[in-house]
T-cell receptor, first 115, second 113 residues
Framework: AQSVTQPDIHITVSEGASLELRCNYS??????LFWYVQSPGQGLQLLLK??????LVQGIKGFEAEFKRSQSSFNLRKPSVHWSDAAEYFC?????????????FGTGTLLAVQP | DTEVTQTPKHLVMGMTNKKSLKCEQH?????MYWYKQKAKKPPELMFV???????INESVPSRFSPECPNSSLLNLHLHALQPEDSALYLC????????????FGSGTRLTVV
């Protein structure tokens, strides 16, 4: 079965510091991978996605992620964090399930940004 | 219009009430989804509609009843809910069911008392 693991429940970084959020997936075929961000009480916003091709994917708000098949990972990075980046971040894998496809989400990483 | 609009934003209902959540999109998307998100948890898929037909029901209790009256509108009818059903209910849409370019609404915060 497909699954997504985000090992870090909570991360705190200083404003201006670099950021890396970890994501590991389990899927038999080439996965479709996603990173979403959710501010408190809000819906989810897509940051970036990987379907195929270049393994380094650029997203919105200065985020990027790298797909590493050998490590089953899709870590999210940002070179310099802004206070407005404080939010919950979800990694997700697109899974084929019978007649349709569906997204499976990791448990999320809550990012706090210190001034 | 690139948004998914959900109404109401907040809802408090008693266990004997009947209420409905509404979701609307005008992006021409043909797949629409209901997700449930408990506090500090990831979203969990409830229902998927494709071309206005129910495609997936993730073994959701019958007190939740989805409806897709047209390609732009998705409803979730609620009846005889339990306090543990309190959660953020998220609607999403995508161009087709095998296209993962989901657009999420901002959700309805439901409290069952």
């Amino acid at each position: 079965a497909q699954s997504v693991t985000q090992p870090d429940i909570h991360i705190t970084v200083s404003e201006g510091a670099s950021l890396e959020l970890r994501c590991n997936y389990s899927y038999g075929a080439t996965p479709y991978l996603f990173w979403y961000v959710q501010s408190p009480g809000q819906g989810l916003q897509l940051l970036l996605k990987y379907f195929s091709g270049d393994t380094l994917v650029q997203g919105i708000k200065g985020f990027e992620a790298e797909f590493k098949r050998s490590q089953s990972s899709f870590n999210l990075r940002k070179p310099s964090v802004h206070w407005s980046d404080a939010a919950e971040y979800f990694c997700a894998v697109g899974a084929s399930g019978g007649a349709t496809n569906k997204l499976i989400f990791g448990t999320g990483t809550l990012l706090a940004v210190q001034p | 219009d690139t948004e998914v609009t959900q109404t109401p934003k907040h809802l408090v209902m008693g266990m004997t009430n009947k209420k409905s959540l509404k979701c609307e999109q005008h992006m021409g998307h043909r797949a629409m989804y209901w997700y449930k998100q408990k506090a500090k948890k990831p979203p969990e898929l409830m229902f998927v509609y494709s071309y206005e037909k129910l495609s997936i029901n993730e073994s959701v209790p019958s007190r939740f009843s989805p409806e897709c009256p047209n390609s732009s509108l998705l409803n979730l009818h609620l009846h005889a809910l339990q306090p543990e059903d309190s959660a953020l209910y998220l609607c999403a849409s995508s161009q087709e069911i095998d296209n993962y370019g989901y657009t999420f609404g901002s959700g309805t915060r439901l409290t069952v008392v």
